[in-house]
């Protein structure tokens, strides 16, 4: 999977589940601010990237991930 499909389907698939316009998904964009993420939404957020990419992430992991670039990179580290 390229790093373009990553980027697609994780805006995508976060605009869906988090009911926000995929436009205000941006790299630089806070995650935990643009998605209103509080700790048990977080928790929703690392169930469903790991569902989807077929991956195993725990929260302390996600924790660190700040921007969605970052998120990005962290999905496309763990499927490489």
Known sequence: ???????????????????????????????????????LS????VALIDGEFGIKTNGAEMSKVGTFSELYDFIESKIA
């Open 1 to 39: 999977m390229t790093k373009g499909e990553i980027i697609s389907k994780v805006n995508s698939l976060l605009a869906e589940e988090f009911e926000v316009e995929e436009s205000v998904i941006t790299p630089e964009a806070n995650i935990k601010k643009t998605l209103e993420l509080d700790s």
């Open 42 to 45: 977080l928790v929703d957020l």
